[in-house]
């Protein structure tokens, strides 16, 4: 049973642009939301996160938006860079366990 | 530099041997995971920590074995009975409840 689904396994965006990275869930006492941005062969690094009494939090290039709603949860970044190029996780939490998404590998273009 | 490493970054295995992964961290967290990641897919939770002496089962658990002795370390044994060992093994820690986990830079664990 998938609690956390990323649904696009990969995402082609052009440098500058917006890249949009969408997230769902199932569980609705899930109370912490996070993404992660992974290289290979490297540990996934902590991008920014959101608490389930918010709708909205940013971080420079950085947004996270989440509709409980919906049990939606997207990643903008803008403008998308080169250096951007990685698999994206998202994660779910209750009780300080989290449960990750599959990962969309998102691809910048020059 | 506050951090977690683990170590080695890459472990043969021969089949019907136990194997320990080393994770140690620094950043005086209370909290430390171990996840497995298989190609394509997300992590899953092997074993966590809240606290020294103390520790979890998480989603996949079977054929694994941690111990908690000290703050720092959180080793991971993975044992004769875990069928698919193949994998790369990553070891997180936080701070508390709703902070963002940290992780090391990953073990790729191979069966010869």
């Known amino acids: 049973d998938q609690q956390v689904k990323q649904n696009s396994p990969s995402l082609s965006v052009q440098e500058g642009r917006i890249s949009i990275l969408n997230c769902d869930y199932t569980?609705?006492?899930?109370?912490?939301f996070l993404w992660y941005k992974k290289y290979p062969a490297e540990g996934p690094t902590f991008l920014i996160s959101i608490s389930s009494i918010k709708d909205k939090n940013e971080d420079g290039r950085f947004t996270v938006f989440l509709n409980k709603s919906a049990k939606h949860l997207s990643l903008h970044i803008v403008p998308s860079q080169p250096g951007d190029s990685a698999v994206y996780f998202c994660a779910a939490s209750r009780s300080q366990k989290l449960v990750f998404g599959q990962g969309t590998r998102l691809t910048i273009n020059p | 530099d506050g951090g977690i490493t683990q170590s080695p970054k890459y472990l043969f295995r021969k089949e019907g041997q136990n194997v320990t992964l080393s994770c140690e961290q620094n950043l005086n967290h209370d909290a430390m995971y171990w996840y497995r990641q298989d190609p394509g897919q997300g992590l899953r939770l092997i074993y966590y920590s809240q606290i020294v002496n103390d520790f979890q089962k998480g989603d996949i658990a079977e054929g694994y074995s941690v111990s908690r002795e000290k703050k720092e370390s959180f080793p991971l044994t993975v044992t004769s009975a875990q069928k698919n060992p193949t994998a790369f093994y990553l070891c997180?820690?936080?701070?508390?409840?709703?902070?963002?986990?940290?992780f090391g830079d990953g073990t790729r664990l191979s069966i010869l």
């Open positions: 569980n609705s006492m899930f109370d912490y």
């Open positions: 997180a820690s936080s701070s508390g409840l709703n902070q963002p986990q940290h």
